[in-house]
């Protein structure tokens, strides 16, 4: 018996059982490796249970818990924690749940399928798919799924309205071949300063992967790394790696100092301080003056913009290149601290720190889900080293580098992930390639279209925009046809003009129609009566507003609706003109007029009259431009009512871009604020346009609202007594490139195609919830609905990579062609924005000293600062 103990003995000693310790954090053997071995552990366990019995006084041990297995299927790796959509499934191919609900059994019922998604959510519910479809897809914080597995209680299933996504990416890594060998030889300029290679010399790097497999085990946990050089190895995935590297090129005095980036890890030579000059070593990009500049945030910066040249200069300069001239001299002195740590240096006078991004030996792919534009990259080899391998389970892959992706750092879990980063002549980094640029993508931060839906319809349709004439005192007609013209020019067919009590305003209403004959471009006017401002409390105030409506009605600009003239209100529903009863319009004002108009009042009262009010043709729903609370405005909130309450009337929805009001109680004692967040202006366009098969006019308010934040127009004419606090330097011309691309949609039925690339971005200038210093009226109504975010949108012509910055803090995006909705958080400093394309800026904004958001500010302002590439 003894003879067979100690054989047995000795396989656990050559299987490793014996004294077998748990492995540390970060070493493990992938899931394929280790389910082979914990079979083969309990395959010996079982047989010396067996053999042993009872006899000789032993007795067998009480049996090991059975543990399930809670791994993931091969190819299969996490995503992150993202929006379900709203209306439908975000991911539609099957569903199911279960009170054993694991990710181990969502995936494998989503791999029977053949799906490439699989998502847990609610803790025992179950979606596959290919795709997204909806609304949803956002990432968030991996804590936002924090509801435990009903099958797990150690692993998460999703939350209410949030999945926990995973996704089938092992075609992807078979892309990255690492049977294949690549050899890379780095060789120097001329001129190499001391710590550099000098031009004479150059350096080989090879590595040999290999794995191996036992008849017991019929796998290996250990790889091993032959390297020439040194080289430093740390494993994301669950394998053990053992290294081995011996030098065989150059000394350690020359090799190149390697600099890792500790943003997102990459991996830079620093090859030494370049002689600049006037005409720049690196010609790509450039940065001057940037007061908290590190190392880091160059290098970073660079790589996202798709450079592989960083240099640093000044202490306070950053430039950028895709090559390094081949007379450069590295004979400059570089002593000055970078003004973001001083214990770092940044350059010198004339003197350009320049550091490398090590090659890539596998292009990274992406894959795009659904509008969202949230791009999930595969991993990838990105060694500059040749690799075999004799085992397809020892796949050596790299994860790509995406920093604000929450699973980023995750490696493949059906492979062992090794990243290489050699302390001399290897070096790896990783990147996101989205359009030959380099990117790290923030999936977290975009949002697709509330709807794509263009419904054909027969029916002309209108864009009308609500124009405060009450702000036009000191308009002459050329001013009027500076309005006209903006506004033409962005797709607008007329103005809505807001007329008050004052007789003045009557006579620039008057300069406007004049106006818009002369250009005789066929732009329209309508007359909005203002009932807050205007009197309809007799009946000489029914004759005062048929006097106002008839003296424009036969003018060659008058707009019209069903051959009828075009006339509007804002409020009015309490007019009775001395009747005592508010159906007096009909009596008071339409039959007085002696010609038709189609009669669409903004009303504020109880709407299932509408239907019943004869005088009325439709109704402009005022209210539908903003949410009322603290969230976002949807169709069902506002339009499906007012639709269903009209009947076959004409119902009108508004859009605006945003709206806050600041006057105290000795002023005009409005200070409140709507919910401008999560880029309103699109979302609300985007739900008009899927209605265009039900409504023919929408309204855009406002163009000149400057009281209450709500225009589109420049800052032009007499703004309201202390409305300049929060108007002056806010300008929101910039938007109108989405005022014409959504109303020529809403107008044609099809979207236009995208011809410029264009970068527009919004921001309030300080955080939702500082106090102010020196404020008399408060804090607005609505304060605490808001959000502290940088808002974009991109409308691009083909994929390419968008960087935002806010502050000090830079956020890079993948982007598909069309339009991209984009946001980052606000943080202290002023803004701007980038379009990169194969290596080069194409276009960008940059508010320099236009804007600066801050955490204390002096009094409240709650209007948004508007910038774009095209303005």
């Given at each position: 018996m003894a003879p067979v103990a100690a054989t047995l003995l000795a396989l656990l000693a050559v299987s490793g059982l014996g004294e077998a310790k748990p492995l540390s954090p970060g070493r493990h053997a992938p899931p394929r490796i280790a389910n082979i071995l914990s079979t083969s552990r309990r395959s010996l366990h079982s047989l010396l249970a067996r053999y042993y019995g009872d006899a000789h006084g032993l007795t067998k041990p009480a049996p090991l818990p059975t543990k399930r297995d809670t791994s993931i299927p091969a190819g299969w790796s996490y995503f992150g924690c993202v929006d379900e959509s709203w209306d439908e499934r975000l991911l539609s191919g099957f569903g199911f749940s279960s009170e054993s609900l694991t990710p181990l059994l969502c995936l494998t019922e989503c791999s029977k399928l053949g799906y490439t998604y699989g998502g847990m959510e609610y803790a025992d519910e179950c979606y596959c798919g290919d795709g997204f479809t909806g609304d949803g897809g956002g990432l968030n914080s991996a804590s936002t799924c924090n509801m435990a597995c009903s099958g797990d209680s150690s692993a998460m299933c999703g939350a209410g309205w949030y999945l926990s996504l995973y996704t089938y990416n092992d075609t992807g890594l078979a892309s990255c071949d690492p049977s294949t060998a690549v050899t890379t030889t780095l060789s120097a300029g001329?001129?190499?300063?001391?710590?550099?290679?000098?031009?004479?010399?150059?350096?080989?790097?090879?590595?040999?992967?290999?794995?191996?497999?036992?008849?017991?085990?019929?796998?290996?946990?250990?790889?091993?790394?032959?390297?020439?050089?040194?080289?430093?190895?740390?494993?994301?995935?669950?394998?053990?790696?053992?290294?081995?590297?011996?030098?065989?090129?150059?000394?350690?005095?020359?090799?190149?100092?390697?600099?890792?980036?500790?943003?997102?890890?990459?991996?830079?030579?620093?090859?030494?301080?370049?002689?600049?000059?006037?005409?720049?070593?690196?010609?790509?990009?450039?940065?001057?003056?940037?007061?908290?500049?590190?190392?880091?945030?160059?290098?970073?910066?660079?790589?996202?913009?798709?450079?592989?040249?960083?240099?640093?200069?000044?202490?306070?300069?950053?430039?950028?290149?895709?090559?390094?001239?081949?007379?450069?001299?590295?004979?400059?002195?570089?002593?000055?601290?970078?003004?973001?740590?001083?214990?770092?240096?940044?350059?010198?006078?004339?003197?350009?720190?320049?550091?490398?991004?090590?090659?890539?030996?596998?292009?990274?792919?992406?894959?795009?889900?659904?509008?969202?534009?949230?791009?999930?990259?595969?991993?990838?080899?990105?060694?500059?080293?040749?690799?075999?391998?004799?085992?397809?389970?020892?796949?050596?892959?790299?994860?790509?580098?995406?920093?604000?992706?929450?699973?980023?750092?995750?490696?493949?879990?059906?492979?062992?992930?090794?990243?290489?980063?050699?302390?001399?002549?290897?070096?790896?980094?990783?990147?996101?390639?989205?359009?030959?640029?380099?990117?790290?993508?923030?999936?977290?931060?975009?949002?697709?279209?509330?709807?794509?839906?263009?419904?054909?319809?027969?029916?002309?349709?209108?864009?009308?925009?609500?124009?405060?004439?009450?702000?036009?005192?000191?308009?002459?007609?050329?001013?009027?046809?500076?309005?006209?013209?903006?506004?033409?020019?962005?797709?607008?067919?007329?103005?809505?003009?807001?007329?008050?009590?004052?007789?003045?305003?009557?006579?620039?209403?008057?300069?406007?129609?004049?106006?818009?004959?002369?250009?005789?471009?066929?732009?329209?006017?309508?007359?909005?009566?203002?009932?807050?401002?205007?009197?309809?409390?007799?009946?000489?105030?029914?004759?005062?507003?048929?006097?106002?409506?008839?003296?424009?009605?036969?003018?060659?600009?008058?707009?019209?609706?069903?051959?009828?003239?075009?006339?509007?209100?804002?409020?009015?529903?309490?007019?009775?003109?001395?009747?005592?009863?508010?159906?007096?319009?009909?009596?008071?004002?339409?039959?007085?007029?002696?010609?038709?108009?189609?009669?669409?009042?903004?009303?504020?009262?109880?709407?299932?009259?509408?239907?019943?009010?004869?005088?009325?043709?439709?109704?402009?729903?005022?209210?539908?431009?903003?949410?009322?609370?603290?969230?976002?405005?949807?169709?069902?909130?506002?339009?499906?009512?007012?639709?269903?309450?009209?009947?076959?009337?004409?119902?009108?929805?508004?859009?605006?871009?945003?709206?806050?009001?600041?006057?105290?109680?000795?002023?005009?004692?409005?200070?409140?604020?709507?919910?401008?967040?999560?880029?309103?202006?699109?979302?609300?366009?985007?739900?008009?346009?899927?209605?265009?098969?039900?409504?023919?006019?929408?309204e855009i308010l406002t163009w000149n609202d400057f009281g209450e934040s709500s225009y589109l127009g420049p800052i032009h004419g007499a703004l309201p007594s202390g409305s300049d606090a929060w108007v002056d330097g806010f300008d929101h011309t910039g938007i109108n490139v989405l005022t014409k691309y959504y109303a020529t949609a809403f107008k044609t039925g099809s979207y236009p195609a995208i011809e410029t690339d264009t970068i527009i971005m919004w921001s309030r200038p300080h955080a939702h919830d500082a106090t102010a210093s020196d404020d008399s009226v408060g804090k607005p109504t609505g304060w605490d609905w808001t959000e502290d975010y940088l808002y974009a949108v991109v409308l691009a012509t083909s994929p390419a990579v968008v960087s935002l910055t806010s502050g000090d803090e830079t956020t890079t995006f993948a982007v598909s062609a069309g339009l991209s909705k984009l946001k980052v958080a606000s943080n202290s400093g002023t803004i701007n924005g980038r379009i990169i394309r194969d290596g080069s800026v194409v276009t960008s904004y940059y508010a320099y000293n236009d804007f600066d958001y801050t955490q204390s500010p002096s009094t409240y302002n709650y209007n948004y600062f508007v910038g774009s590439s095209s303005s």
């Open positions: 001329s001129g190499v300063a001391t710590g550099g290679l000098n031009a004479s010399q150059s350096v080989s790097v090879s590595a040999s992967i290999t794995a191996s497999a036992t008849a017991s085990v019929n796998a290996s946990a250990s790889i091993s790394l032959s390297a020439s050089s040194s080289a430093s190895i740390s494993a994301n995935a669950s394998a053990s790696v053992s290294v081995t590297a011996s030098s065989s090129a150059a000394s350690a005095s020359s090799t190149f100092v390697t600099y890792e980036d500790a943003e997102d890890s990459s991996e830079w030579y620093s090859l030494g301080c370049a002689v600049d000059s006037s005409t720049r070593v690196l010609t790509g990009s450039s940065s001057l003056s940037i007061q908290n500049l590190t190392i880091d945030d160059c290098l970073t910066s660079c790589e996202e913009a798709g450079y592989t040249y960083a240099g640093l200069e000044y202490g306070e300069q950053c430039y950028c290149g895709s090559s390094l001239p081949s007379s450069v001299s590295f004979t400059a002195t570089c002593d000055m601290a970078c003004t973001g740590d001083a214990s770092e240096t940044c350059g010198g006078g004339w003197g350009l720190a320049v550091y490398e991004l090590v090659g890539i030996s596998c292009e990274t792919t992406t894959s795009t889900i659904g509008g969202n534009h949230v791009v999930i990259p595969s991993t990838s080899v990105a060694a500059s080293a040749s690799a075999t391998s004799s085992s397809s389970s020892a796949v050596i892959v790299v994860p790509t580098a995406v920093s604000s992706v929450a699973t980023s750092s995750e490696a493949d879990v059906s492979s062992a992930a090794v990243s290489v980063a050699a302390s001399a002549t290897v070096a790896t980094t990783t990147s996101a390639a989205a359009a030959s640029a380099t990117a790290a993508v923030t999936a977290s931060s975009t949002a697709a279209p509330e709807s794509t839906t263009v419904p054909s319809s027969s029916s002309d349709h209108q864009v009308w925009a609500h124009h405060m004439v009450g702000n036009t005192y000191p308009y002459a007609e050329s001013d009027w046809e500076s309005d006209i013209q903006a506004a033409q020019s962005y797709g607008i067919d007329g103005f809505a003009l807001n007329i008050g009590s004052e007789s003045w305003q009557v006579d620039r209403a008057a300069d406007a129609y004049s106006a818009a004959a002369a250009l005789g471009t066929g732009f329209k006017l309508f007359i909005s009566l203002d009932m807050t401002s205007l009197s309809c409390a007799s009946s000489s105030d029914a004759d005062n507003l048929v006097s106002i409506v008839t003296r424009f009605a036969t003018q060659s600009n008058q707009a019209t609706h069903d051959s009828k003239v075009l006339v509007s209100t804002f409020a009015g529903s309490d007019c009775q003109f001395g009747t005592g009863s508010s159906s007096s319009w009909q009596s008071s004002f339409v039959d007085r007029l002696g010609f038709d108009i189609f009669f669409v009042p903004s009303l504020f009262s109880d709407i299932s009259t509408f239907s019943s009010d004869s005088w009325m043709d439709g109704e402009l729903n005022w209210n539908s431009g903003w949410p009322s609370g603290d969230a976002d405005i949807t169709t069902t909130s506002t339009d499906a009512k007012y639709i269903a309450a009209l009947g076959d009337k004409e119902y009108m929805p508004a859009v605006s871009p945003f709206f806050f009001t600041h006057f105290g109680a000795n002023s005009w004692n409005k200070n409140w604020l709507y919910r401008g967040d999560d880029w309103l202006y699109c979302s609300r366009w985007e739900q008009i346009i899927a209605l265009r098969d039900s409504v023919s006019m929408t």
